[in-house]
């Protein structure tokens, strides 16, 4: 089995959190935290297309590593949310997972499967990184904010 290292696979909902009380994005931190510590960055998308609140963290990652649902595939053959993750294992050239049940291949695993299985890898999904937030105002010394 393949091992990578120092490679990082997240989703953009680990990447930053919408706030609806002020209609706004901002970043969990963790994206940052990975960059950091020398990681290289895979962003895997379920969504057909990135909108200009991705920008900010699309700057720091290559176009190359960024995957999302192809628009015209979806248009011709139906959504498949494993498209981007397929397209993320050849990235890697890692084999994608098979579903087996009761020791029958099943076809493809989820891409839920599929996510989890990197770590088998040595993936670090961006769920690991935890929340740092990044605070757009200091902290108080000596007093809970």
């Not at 935290?33 to 909108?51: H, K, M, P, Q």
């Not at 192809?70 to 248009?75: G, I, K, S, T």
Request: overall charge positive.
């Amino acid at each position: 089995m393949a091992v990578l290292k120092n490679v990082a696979v997240f989703t953009p909902g680990e990447i930053q959190d919408y706030d609806p009380s002020k209609t706004k994005f901002s970043s969990r931190g963790a994206l940052e935290r990975a960059l950091e510590d020398g990681f290289t960055i895979y962003v895997v998308s379920n969504r057909d297309a990135l909108t200009h609140q991705d920008n900010w963290w699309r700057a720091l990652i290559p176009p190359e590593r960024v995957f999302h649902i192809d628009q015209q595939a979806e248009l011709n053959s139906g959504l498949n949310l494993n498209a981007p993750w397929k397209k993320l294992y050849e990235a890697l050239r890692l084999t994608y997972p098979r579903q087996i049940n009761a020791g029958k291949d099943c076809g493809d695993a989820s891409w839920t499967a599929a996510r989890l299985a990197l770590t088998q890898h040595g993936c670090r999904l961006g769920s690991s990184f935890g929340r740092t937030y990044i605070r757009s105002q200091p902290m108080r010394v000596g007093r809970a904010v």
